[in-house]
């Protein structure tokens, strides 16, 4: 783990490509491994208590975990009146399977490349999953989810998609494919869903802009929506859902209220006005997702050489 | 302008109270002086071109500003019916001007501390006023805002407050206390609003709770929105508005598109839709504003000593 020592101070350092760092500050390193699919290390960090880094990324902090997972998991899941079997694709920290089980399903598939992510989860970071992979309701396997989807024999009510960003690219990159995409509509219910994180959605546009030309690609309705990760450069996250007509934006408030008390769920970040602000784009970036080819002129910033 | 080197590359640095800093990649420095006020710079930034720099604090950017700027301005005065007299109180990159020059008002006072800005930002970033200090409906005029606001005479539809944050203590600190928005409150008119940047959404909080209480302890009707900056530490900005009934929710997304086509009003992050989603807060935080007392279990990150 490369850290920036400064005056005895250690600084956690993510650069985006675009002449931007993020810098937090770590109290000390509390493990430091390479599994067969990448590099593991959990900092424990001043402003946002533990954090689980892969390939020198951030994936997630203790602090802030709730505001990615709770997006990433309720909106998809509350439009689903009875969301019964629910697959992860990744999210081997546990974040998203434990807000998933809250909606009640009867069975949560999740699978995960990485086996040593779940174990360094379980071990350094235990409050993210809180228990989640210990529910009898969960069946975790380590395996390709490239791989499993194209061969799964059973559907899915949703389909949550929370991997490591497709650049630079890893061994998530295949999942962000229209190729992928289409084995995923071919498990997933008619009123099913599929959500997946779709990068930072002021700065890394252009990520954003191919995930959604690929699930455009494949599916009638894709929406895309945002949320704030203090702990991610660039901070305003993008996620993108796809289905062949559900849509989230047809749930009023008081439905989202409802639902959220039958499930008995209660959110930090995620509410009933939230399920449906979170829709609403800056102007700019919704006229890019119109015309993609605006891109030089409607960017925030310029992509710096790689 | 203390700038770090590494490897020949420079950059800004802008530390968070919370271990978290923001470093942005720098082509050169344009200008660097002090006035009797504060420390002035001007840099060329890799990711958001020119930037203002006061007190080695990021004011604002070329790229960015529209983000800011729109959202401070727009939806205040399109809750005007007809904004014709505006007061800002600060602002002196003209990026407020400008905007609020776009509703059509009769008059434009603006009231800058610090000339040496107005005229920094006129020679290096005139994007960002695009020539709203040349127009005949401003008053510029250079006085200390609180004494300004205590002696006037005349009312106001809307009172625009563009300050440098209240902390660390510097010159606008006494524009955000109870007693000048008393002072703001009777130069007001009956349908009034006034609005003010209120620092970072997610990490200030202290700060953002003790301007919403001071504005409470003056004005009926207070409310929090907010807008992500990508060049500001933190990113997601919180703005308060304030009125003695007038409520910017109160409109619905027609008679803001309505305005909006009336007024000749293009925008590049603002819109109808956003005009009411920005109102809707993370339940955390909308939690801390109505019991501020819950600050410790609440807060995201911890602050870190001064």
Not at 197 to 214: G, H, K, R
Not at 292 to 301: F, V
Request: charged content about 25%; some cysteine; overall charge negative.
């Amino acid at each position: 783990m490369p850290l920036a020592s400064n005056s005895g101070e250690q600084w956690f350092g993510e650069r985006e490509r675009v002449g931007l760092e993020q810098r937090i500050q770590v109290r000390r390193v509390l493990y430091e491994g390479r599994s067969e699919f990448q590099s593991i290390c959990v900092l424990d960090t001043v402003p946002f208590g533990r954090a689980l880094i892969l390939d020198n990324i951030l994936q997630t902090t203790e602090k802030d975990e709730f505001i990615y997972h709770e997006m990433l998991v309720h909106p998809t899941l509350i439009s689903l009146t009875r969301p019964e079997r629910v697959l992860i694709v990744g999210g081997g920290d546990g974040g998203s399977l434990r807000r998933a089980l809250e909606h009640s399903p009867r069975e949560v598939v999740q699978v995960e490349l990485d086996r040593a992510v779940v174990e360094t989860c379980r071990r350094h970071l235990p409050r993210v999953s809180s228990g989640a992979f210990d529910d009898p309701r969960v069946q975790l396997l380590f395996a390709d989810g490239y791989e499993f989807v194209e061969k799964a024999q059973e559907s899915f009510d949703a389909i949550i998609v929370d991997l490591t960003d497709p650049f630079p690219p890893g061994p998530s990159q295949r999942l962000f494919t229209a190729e992928f995409y289409q084995a995923v509509r071919r498990i997933l219910k008619e009123e099913g869903l599929i959500v997946t994180q779709s990068s930072s959605a002021l700065l890394l546009t252009d990520e954003l802009l191919s995930i959604y030309a690929n699930l455009k690609a494949v599916f009638p309705l894709v929406r895309v929506y945002l949320a704030p990760v203090p702990s991610y450069p660039g901070v305003v996250w993008s996620f993108t859902l796809a289905s062949a007509g559900n849509d989230p934006l047809a749930l009023d408030e008081a439905v989202v209220r409802q639902r959220l008390e039958a499930r008995g769920i209660s959110s930090r970040y995620y509410s009933p006005q939230l399920h449906l602000a979170s829709f609403a784009l800056p102007s700019f970036l919704a006229a890019l997702l119109a015309e993609p080819e605006r891109l030089q002129d409607l960017r925030i910033t310029q992509p710096s050489a790689q």
